[in-house]
C-alpha cells in the first residue's frame, strides 16, 4: 500500500500541531501551578505539613469585692494525640492504656472528639498531674503523636464555700458546640458549666492561641518547635464582683456539712450581692478537665440534691415570713391599720367552715392589733386579714410584690417562683374545677402556704423593699448600676410601723433568742409546711428574712433551712451572719479610717 506525499506532510503537520498543543498545555499547566497557583500549593502543603495545636487562654480571674481572688489559673498540663484516622487513634489508646490508666469510657470520649474535628488533637487528659506526665515523657518515643503540653488550669481556693456562685468549667459538650460554633468555641475547649462562669462566660473566655507541630504523611510528631510562628493566647480580663469573700466562707461554715438549704445576703440600696450559698455544696476543683464518674454519681445520687442550687432554684413555701405582703396589700387597700384588732382573738385556732385552722401556738395570743400580729406571727390574724382582703385582691396584690416573677440575679438557672395567676377564681377553676375549691384559700395564702412557693433569692429581694422605700433592688453578683422597682407605697408612718414590727419579732416576738448585742435586728421567722413526714410528724422549713441595723439598714438576709423544724433555728442562723457583716465591715471601717 502506498501513501501519497502530501498525504505524508498533512499527517506530519497534524502530529507536529498535536504535540506542540500539548507542549503549550503542558508549559501553560506548568506556569499555572508554578506561578498563578504558588501561593495555594504551598499552603496546602503547609496544612498536610503542619498541625495547629490549641493554646488554651487564660480565663478572667474572678475577684470579690476587695480584691480576694474567687477564681484564678494555674500552671497545669493537658495530654492529647494527634492521628490520621480514628482506627489509628483507637490503636494508640490501646497501646497507651499499658502505661498509663484509660478506661473504656475515657477512651470513647477521646473519639468522640476526635470525630468533631480530626484535624485537631484529641484531648486524652484535660488536667494531668506531674507524675502522669513524668511518666509519658519516659515513653514519649512510643507514642510519636502525643503532645504533651502546659495549660492554664481553673483554680478555685476556696471550692466549696463558693461553688453556689462561682459554678464551674467544663468541656464544651456537643449541644453547645453546635450553637456557639459561630462564635469560635472549638471541640475540646474548656467553657463556663453554671455560675458566675457561665453568666460570663464571653467576659471570662479569652481568645485561643495556637501552636504549629510539623508532621509525617502518618501524623506522627517529627518537630514541635519552630514549624511556623506561634500564634500567642489572649488571656481575658479580670471580672470584679460584689461578693464579700469573707462573709461567704463565713456562711459555708455555718451551713457545714450537715444542713440543707440556703442562705442569700444582699445590700438594700445596691441590690449587691455580698453572699449566697446553697447546702450542701461540692468542690468545683473536682469538675476541672474531667470529673471523675464515681464522684458525679454521687452527686447526682445524693438525696440532698448538692447540685441544685437551693438559693435560686429551689421552690418553697415561705410560710410566715410572707405574713408582710398580707399586711402590706391590706395597708395599700386601706382595709386595715397598724393598731387595728380583728374580730375574733386567738385563742390557738378558728373555725371556718367545716374546718378548724390552727395558729402555730396553741395557747392562742388573744387579741392583737397588726404589729403585735407581725411580732407574735399570730395566724388567727392573718386567717381574717386574708379574709378581709378578699382571694381576688391578695393575688392581685402578691403578683405586684413580686410573687410570681424571677428576681432578676445575674446567674443562670433562676427559677420562677409559683404563685397563681390573675384573676385568682379563674386560676382556682381550671386547677381544682369550679366546686373543687373556696374562700378557704385566702386562709392559706395570707400566712404563705396553699399555692405560693417562693425562692430564697426572692424573698431576699422582697425585703429590700421593706428595709427601704418600698422599691425592690435586683440582686446583683457581678458591679453594675443599681436597679430598682418599686413594689408598694406606703406613707412613712406606715413604713416606721412595719420596720419597728419587724424589729419586734425579734427584741420581744418569735426570734427574741436571736437579737444582736448593740444592733437592731429587724425581720421575720416562718415555718412552712414541707409535705413531707417523718412517720406522722410533718417535716417543717425553717425561714428567717431579716436586716439591720433596722434604723439605717446595710444588710438584708435570707435564710432557708429544708425540714429545719421552727424559723428560730433560720433567726439564729441569719443573727450570726448579719453580726460578722457588721462588725466585720465596722472593724474594716476603723482601720481605714485610722486614729
Same mark, same amino acid.
Given at each position: 500500500m502506498s501513501f501519497h506525499p502530501n498525504d505524508v506532510q498533512r499527517r506530519g503537520r497534524i502530529a507536529s500541531g498535536v504535540l506542540f498543543a500539548t507542549f503549550l498545555f503542558l508549559v501553560g499547566s506548568f506556569f499555572r501551578t508554578q506561578i498563578l497557583q504558588h501561593a495555594q500549593y504551598v499552603l496546602q502543603s503547609e496544612e498536610n505539613r503542619l498541625r495547629e495545636v490549641p493554646l488554651p487562654a487564660p480565663r478572667g480571674v474572678i475577684y470579690d469585692r476587695r480584691g480576694a481572688i474567687i477564681a484564678e489559673n494555674v500552671p497545669g498540663?493537658?495530654?492529647?494525640?494527634?492521628?490520621?484516622?480514628?482506627?489509628?487513634?483507637?490503636? =494508640?489508646?490501646?497501646?497507651?492504656?499499658?502505661?498509663?490508666?484509660?478506661?473504656?469510657?475515657?477512651?470513647?470520649?477521646?473519639? !468522640?472528639?476526635?470525630?468533631?474535628?480530626p484535624n485537631r488533637p484529641a484531648v486524652i487528659f484535660a488536667d494531668a498531674t506531674f507524675d502522669l506526665v513524668s511518666?509519658?515523657?519516659?515513653? !514519649?518515643? *512510643?507514642?510519636?503523636?502525643?503532645?504533651?503540653?502546659?495549660?492554664?488550669?481553673?483554680?478555685?481556693?476556696?471550692? =466549696? #464555700?463558693?461553688?453556689?456562685?462561682?459554678?464551674?468549667?467544663? *468541656?464544651?459538650?456537643?449541644?453547645?458546640?453546635?450553637?456557639?460554633?459561630?462564635?469560635?468555641? +472549638?471541640?475540646?475547649?474548656?467553657?463556663?458549666?453554671?455560675?458566675?462562669?457561665? /453568666?460570663?462566660?464571653?467576659?471570662?473566655?479569652g481568645r485561643e492561641g495556637v501552636r504549629f507541630v510539623e508532621v509525617d504523611a502518618r501524623n506522627r510528631v517529627v518537630k514541635e518547635a519552630g514549624a511556623r510562628q506561634d500564634i500567642s493566647p489572649d488571656g481575658a480580663p479580670p471580672l470584679y464582683t460584689n461578693l464579700d469573700l469573707d462573709l461567704q466562707k463565713f456562711v459555708a461554715g455555718i451551713f457545714g456539712d450537715s444542713l440543707q438549704g440556703a442562705a442569700v445576703a444582699i445590700e438594700p440600696q445596691t441590690g449587691e450581692v455580698l453572699a449566697l450559698h446553697s447546702a450542701p455544696s461540692f468542690d468545683p476543683n473536682r469538675f476541672i478537665g474531667f470529673i471523675p464518674a464515681d464522684y458525679w454519681r454521687s452527686l447526682q445520687n445524693d438525696p440532698r440534691r448538692p447540685l441544685?442550687?437551693?438559693?435560686?432554684?429551689? !421552690?418553697?413555701?415561705?410560710?410566715?415570713?410572707? +405574713?408582710? #405582703?398580707?399586711?402590706?396589700? %391590706?395597708?395599700?387597700?386601706?382595709?386595715?391599720?397598724l393598731g387595728d384588732h380583728m374580730p375574733i382573738p386567738c385563742t390557738g385556732g378558728m373555725q371556718f367552715g367545716n374546718r378548724y385552722f390552727k395558729c402555730h401556738d396553741k395557747r392562742g395570743h388573744g387579741s392583737v392589733n397588726l404589729t403585735e400580729a407581725i411580732e407574735k406571727s399570730c395566724d388567727v390574724y392573718f386567717y381574717q386579714l386574708g379574709l378581709r382582703i378578699g382571694l381576688l385582691k391578695l393575688v392581685a396584690g402578691g403578683i405586684t410584690l413580686g410573687a410570681r416573677e424571677r428576681s432578676g440575679i445575674d446567674l443562670p438557672n433562676e427559677q420562677r417562683p409559683q404563685f397563681p395567676t390573675a384573676p385568682a377564681n379563674e386560676y382556682f377553676d381550671r386547677r381544682y374545677g369550679a366546686r373543687g375549691w373556696n374562700q378557704s384559700a385566702s386562709l392559706n395564702l395570707a400566712i404563705g402556704q396553699g399555692e405560693n412557693s417562693q425562692t430564697v433569692v426572692n424573698m431576699a429581694r422582697f425585703y429590700t423593699a421593706l428595709a427601704t422605700d418600698g422599691a425592690a433592688a435586683r440582686p446583683q453578683v457581678v458591679r453594675a448600676a443599681p436597679d430598682r422597682q418599686r413594689l408598694?407605697?406606703?406613707?412613712?408612718? /406606715? $413604713? #416606721?410601723?412595719?420596720?419597728?414590727?419587724? =424589729?419586734?419579732?425579734?427584741? !420581744?416576738?418569735?426570734?427574741?433568742?436571736?437579737?444582736? /448585742?448593740?444592733?437592731?435586728?429587724?425581720?421575720?421567722?416562718?415555718?412552712?409546711?414541707? %409535705?413531707?413526714?417523718? %412517720?406522722?410528724?410533718?417535716?417543717?422549713? #425553717?425561714?428567717f428574712v431579716g436586716f439591720a441595723p433596722?434604723?439605717?439598714?446595710?444588710?438584708?438576709?435570707?435564710? $432557708?433551712? *429544708?425540714?429545719?423544724?421552727?424559723?428560730?433555728? =433560720?433567726?439564729?442562723i441569719a443573727s450570726k451572719i448579719i453580726e460578722h457583716y457588721l462588725k466585720v465591715t465596722a472593724q474594716q471601717f476603723i482601720s481605714t479610717e485610722g486614729p
Open positions: 498540663y493537658s495530654v492529647s494525640l494527634l492521628s490520621p484516622r480514628e482506627d489509628s487513634l483507637r490503636a =494508640a489508646l490501646k497501646r497507651l492504656s499499658g502505661t498509663v490508666s484509660i478506661t473504656d469510657d475515657q477512651a470513647e470520649a477521646v473519639v !468522640r472528639r476526635y470525630r468533631r474535628n511518666r509519658l515523657e519516659e515513653h !514519649r518515643v *512510643e507514642f510519636p503523636g502525643l503532645i504533651i503540653q502546659a495549660t492554664p488550669k481553673r483554680f478555685y481556693p476556696d471550692g =466549696a #464555700a463558693v461553688a453556689s456562685l462561682v459554678g464551674y468549667t467544663g *468541656e464544651i459538650n456537643e449541644g453547645e458546640l453546635s450553637t456557639l460554633a459561630a462564635q469560635g468555641y +472549638k471541640a475540646g475547649q474548656q467553657i463556663g458549666k453554671a455560675g458566675i462562669e457561665k /453568666q460570663y462566660e464571653k467576659r471570662l473566655r441544685v442550687n437551693k438559693a435560686i432554684q429551689g !421552690r418553697y413555701p415561705p410560710g410566715s415570713t410572707w +405574713k408582710l #405582703a398580707t399586711a402590706i396589700v %391590706g395597708l395599700e387597700e386601706g382595709l386595715v391599720k408598694f407605697q406606703l406613707d412613712s408612718v /406606715q $413604713m #416606721a410601723g412595719i420596720r419597728g414590727a419587724l =424589729a419586734g419579732v425579734v427584741s !420581744r416576738g418569735t426570734a427574741s433568742a436571736s437579737r444582736i /448585742q448593740g444592733i437592731v435586728l429587724a425581720g421575720k421567722t416562718g415555718t412552712a409546711q414541707s %409535705g413531707k413526714f417523718q %412517720g406522722v410528724a410533718e417535716l417543717n422549713h #425553717a425561714w433596722a434604723d439605717e439598714p446595710k444588710i438584708v438576709v435570707a435564710v $432557708m433551712i *429544708e425540714f429545719g423544724g421552727h424559723g428560730t433555728r =433560720a433567726a439564729h
